[in-house]
């Protein structure tokens, strides 16, 4: 009941935070030259003014910049992101729809860099300084160091081009419209070189923090308590290391669900994948006021969710955590 | 009777590059059941590694090059590890001088205790869990049930050790290595643990090989000694004879440095306080939202004290009893709540922060850690001549002065060029007294300066003390767990106990004929409190 209550506290400090976030990208985007009527004015091939003033006066656009601020919290209140202009629908309509591929395509990428990033740093850990550490902290740092667009675009070369194994981009063959387990494994084939692309930076990160956390709990006094009890030291490692390791690497998942996000706005463009990040791109050259807000609006949720998710489980990992003291 | 664990001629060798190439040099000791065995020595004597040396559980590099250890006839030097294994927990178990830290924090303490049974026997899980309960019960901790499922930071140091001493003995191992088991824990817990450890292994008939650096931990459960100098083992014997008649000079010289528990003859102390604390109190608040479901502790509750112009008033009590809060409030590195903390007239406690700093000059504290209270990246010189730079020196002087204090503090005055590692610990604290007497202030309150050194090293820096509040006409509050240091150097003695001061007077009064019952008990639980005597005899016997 304590962690919920502390993580309740956690999840009520976030509001604040999230109107801040908004007000600030709002008041960002006034800055930017032009709005939502002259981007659709050029779309629509230009147009005279009194046109263009009719469109503002429909949308708001017209009214000072604080009385629209006011117009979209209160309209936030009411839990209503407003109209996309550009797209032509709600913006709930419209996130909604870009929203699961981005979510497969983060939970993917976290699944695995969290999970390999585990298992290669214990790998590395066990070995600190023999043949497997050296390897794996040599390919750690090419992963770190590479940029993300770039290995997406190798990867094309390579698997989609070359070898023909894995479709170029795409959330699915929209060819052929299958339905049940063969959609599934047709997205799932879709989002191999994604997720990998988009994973194995994390996973280096995670790999080079599991290594640093397993020696230095390595070097507890526990672990040499476990060993004098006659553990051996795979039993060791096991039972007494890994869960006090993975401790900071839980804390840093959290601290890290907002960079993902950022980060698959690159990798969405790369493999033309129809994600959140992608549209938050297209809503910021169209000037898109209303869907890029309920973008901001959804992805602060997002992060204050797997935040919410984390503090959960970091407390069901350290005992410490809740009782306070 | 045939000796169980034979250390026959055993060294260890230990990485190039350090700065002696052996831990252990052709060390022999042996070990019979139903005795206990106190490895005694200062730190890196190697008397530490002896223990990793025979589970074998040596760090990185560390490697035994000679001799043979035998555990019931068998060289434990030449075991695989999967048979060396079996030996560790069931055969030859351990325990460690931090139980917070030895216990894993993650895990309950019925699972860690049930993890022996676990490894070494085929027993059923309800079988290990009733085991488990019985061995806790064994060990006195107060509700077995409740602490089995207890994770180890719900327990108090006591307790922590109780239940490592309840994991070493699940499988009635032939021998025990405790390693500086009571160092971490008050006075009165420790004697409650030495206790225990002497019951069972007298019950069970184990052979306990005790390592500590504490004579007095010695005379109270050793039944022979064997002294560690620098790897080697210079004199061994029965308790009585070697604290009785040490024949080794190092023996007789750490012995010597060990200070006795009856205060020296009174000095004569001025009428006139320089430092009145009159209701001093200081609370803390955890928790709770808006006053509710809140954690009140008093740390410091009402205190009233005075310190007579040249005169050591020592502050003794046990973790937790509140006197390095007290310590904090008298220079203001916390700000008590009520009270007035008045230096030669002026109430401190009601200075603004401005001029709180100023007032500094006329009070400096020297605190516990040599290492950590020294920062890192600055020459030890410019540690020393901060102080003074920030109350208006110029740094040049300041510099100079600097060397100055390193020469009063019997420190190399050229050595203020180099950094606080390169300093030994008895060094650090010299250069800690040096920065606080930067200022040549009035009062020095001194935080447990002595604790984390060597015996020896302690007697020179209580001695230089002493030195110092003579040539300076220094008073000094002196905060200390250690009552026979206190009774070394202090005129006065407050003790305190859940933040409230219990009994307070003469040193010589006070611990003569305590009065209250917590300082009565608090003297009891000394161990070795007949050592002193001993010690006497010994002295004699050098003269």
């Not at chain 1, 004015?41 to 949308?59: C, I, K, S, V």
């Not at chain 2, 007290?326 to 007035?340: M, N, Q, T, Y």
Request: aromatic share 6%.
């Amino acid at each position: 009941m304590r962690v919920l209550s502390l993580a309740g506290r956690r999840l009520a400090a976030s509001i604040p935070t999230l109107i801040l976030i908004l007000i600030g990208v709002f008041l960002l985007l006034q800055l930017a030259p032009g709005d939502t009527v002259d981007a659709m004015m050029a779309q629509m091939g230009g147009g005279d003014a009194t046109t263009a003033r009719q469109l503002r006066e429909f949308y708001g656009l017209d009214l000072s910049v604080w009385a629209q601020l006011g117009n979209y919290l209160w309209r936030l209140v009411r839990l209503d992101l407003g109209f996309s202009a550009i797209y032509g629908k709600p913006v709930a309509t419209v996130i909604a729809e870009r929203l699961p591929a981005t979510i497969l395509l983060m939970t993917a990428s976290l699944s695995f860099a969290f999970f390999f990033g585990l298992i290669l740093g214990v790998v590395a850990a066990r070995g600190v300084n023999k043949w497997p550490d050296t390897l794996i902290s040599t390919f750690g740092l090419m992963f770190y160091a590479m940029p993300t667009f770039w290995f997406g675009l190798m990867a094309i070369v390579v698997f989609s081009i070359y070898l023909q194994w894995l479709p170029a981009g795409g959330f699915e063959d929209i060819t052929v419209s299958y339905t049940g387990l063969r959609r599934t494994l047709d997205i799932a084939q879709h989002l191999v070189l994604p997720t990998l692309t988009l994973g194995l930076f994390y996973m280096a990160i995670y790999l080079r923090i599991m290594r640093g956390s397993m020696l230095e709990v390595l070097n507890l006094d526990f672990v040499r308590t476990a060993r004098s009890k006659g553990m051996d030291e795979t039993r060791v490692v096991v039972r007494h290391v890994l869960r006090n390791a993975l401790l900071p690497m839980v804390t840093l998942i959290g601290l890290q669900a907002g960079t993902m996000l950022g980060g698959s706005v690159v990798v969405e463009s790369v493999f033309s994948l129809p994600g959140l990040g992608r549209l938050a791109y297209e809503s910021v050259i169209q000037r898109d006021l209303n869907t890029l807000l309920g973008i901001v609006f959804v992805s602060a949720l997002l992060v204050i969710a797997v935040n919410f998710i984390v503090d959960l489980l970091y407390a069901r990992l350290d005992p410490r955590i809740t009782t306070g003291s | 009777m045939s000796p169980i664990l034979v250390l026959d001629d055993v060294s260890v060798k230990l990485p190039a590059g350090g700065d002696r190439s052996h831990a252990m040099e052709k060390v022999s000791l042996a070990l019979a059941a139903n005795e206990i065995l106190c490895v005694v020595g200062e730190s890196g004597s190697g008397k530490s590694m002896t223990a990793n040396a025979i589970m074998r559980l040596l760090p990185g590099g560390v490697t035994i090059d000679g001799g043979r250890i035998l555990f019931e006839g068998r060289d434990l030097c030449g075991l695989g590890e999967a048979e060396m294994r079996k030996v560790r927990g069931a055969g030859i178990a351990m325990i460690f001088q931090e139980p917070m830290t030895a216990l894993n924090p993650l895990r309950s303490i019925g699972d860690q205790i049930g993890e022996m049974f676990e490894l070494h026997t085929e027993l059923s899980a309800a079988e290990i869990k009733a085991r488990t309960l019985a061995l806790l019960e064994e060990v006195r901790i107060p509700d077995p049930a409740l602490a089995f499922k207890a994770y180890p930071h719900e327990l108090s140091g006591g307790q922590r050790q109780r239940a490592m001493i309840a994991m070493a003995l699940a499988l009635d191992p032939k021998v025990l290595i405790a390693d500086e088991p009571t160092t971490a824990l008050d006075v009165t817990t420790q004697a409650q643990i030495l206790k225990l450890i002497r019951d069972l292994q007298r019950r069970k008939g184990t052979a306990v090989l005790f390592i500590t650096h504490d004579f007095g931990v010695v005379a109270e459960i050793a039944d022979r000694v064997a002294v560690m100098s620098k790897g080697h083992v210079v004199e061994q014997g029965a308790t009585q004879a070697v604290l009785g008649n040490p024949q080794h000079a190092y023996t007789r010289q750490l012995i010597a440095a060990v200070p006795p528990l009856k205060a020296p003859p009174p000095r004569a102390l001025s009428s006139e306080p320089i430092m009145t604390i009159a209701h001093v109190s200081k609370t803390y608040r955890t928790g709770g939202f808006l006053g509710r479901g809140q954690r009140v502790t008093h740390a410091v509750k009402d205190v009233s004290l005075v310190l007579p112009k040249g005169a050591t008033l020592g502050i003794v009590g046990e973790s937790g009893s509140g006197k390095s809060t007290l310590a904090r409030c008298l220079v203001r590195l916390i700000d008590p709540e009520s009270g007035e903390i008045r230096l030669n007239g002026i109430d401190l406690a009601k200075l603004s922060r401005e001029e709180m700093r100023s007032a500094t000059r006329d009070i400096q504290m020297v605190f516990q850690d040599p290492f950590a209270s020294l920062n890192p990246r600055r020459k030890a010189g410019e540690a020393v001549a901060q102080g003074l730079i920030v109350h208006g020196m110029a740094r040049p002087e300041a510099l100079a002065r600097a060397k100055e204090l390193f020469g009063l503090v019997g420190l190399d005055p050229a050595s203020t060029e180099r950094y606080p590692h390169e300093f030994s610990g008895g060094q650090r604290q010299r250069i800690g007294l040096a920065r606080a007497l930067a200022l040549e202030p009035a009062v020095l309150v001194a935080d447990e300066p002595v604790s984390a050194l060597d015996v020896s090293v302690q007697a020179q820096v209580l001695k230089l003390l002493a030195e110092l509040r003579e040539r300076l006409g220094l008073s000094i509050v002196f905060i200390t767990h250690d009552l026979r240091v206190a009774a070394q150097v202090c005129d006065l003695v407050a003790v305190m106990k859940s933040g409230e001061v219990v009994e307070s007077g003469p040193i010589g009064a006070v611990f003569g004929e305590p009065q209250h019952a917590y300082t009565q008990a608090l003297l009891a639980s000394i161990p070795g409190r007949e050592f002193g005597k001993g010690q006497r005899l010994a002295e004699e016997a050098t003269a």
